[in-house]
């Protein structure tokens, strides 16, 4: 089990917070109970999903489940799924918008930085 302890924080909110490793690149959000790890292009398509999602729209299509928790996200390759409150849906979406945009940031200044060197 590899824990990514060279990790920097990206965005912090009461739900939870989101890691990028600087050693294996690959972005861990600690969310409740969960912790994810995922590949920039997946947290990208988690992201957009959660973008495109209208929550309250979901929720009250999906009122039959017999979840307590009515919004669902079944991860890639991996029986397990997870599931939210409109509210925590909301939150996650700010946490991982918030990381994307420091991961924006960060690659910017990477790059100024490169260019300065030259
Ligand atoms: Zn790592």
Redesign the pocket.
């Known amino acids: 089990m590899?824990?990514?302890?060279?990790?920097i924080e990206l965005s912090s909110c009461f739900l939870g917070s989101v890691f990028y490793?600087?050693?294996?690149?690959?972005i861990q959000i600690e969310f409740g109970n969960l912790l994810i790890e995922l590949k920039y292009e997946e947290f990208v398509k988690f992201l957009f999903f959660l973008q495109q999602s209208n929550f309250k729209k979901v929720e009250a299509e999906n009122q039959n489940l017999p979840y307590n928790r009515k919004l669902v996200w079944q991860f890639t390759q991996s029986s397990i799924k997870a599931v939210f409150h409109q509210r925590e849906a909301e939150g996650l979406l700010g946490l991982l918008s918030a990381a994307e945009s420091a991961l924006l940031r960060r690659s910017f200044s990477n790059n100024n930085h490169l260019f300065s060197m030259n």
């Not at 590899?2 to 990790?7: E, G």
């Not at 490793?21 to 690959?26: A, F, I, P, S, V």
């Open positions: 590899h824990l990514h302890p060279h990790s490793c600087l050693g294996c690149e690959m």
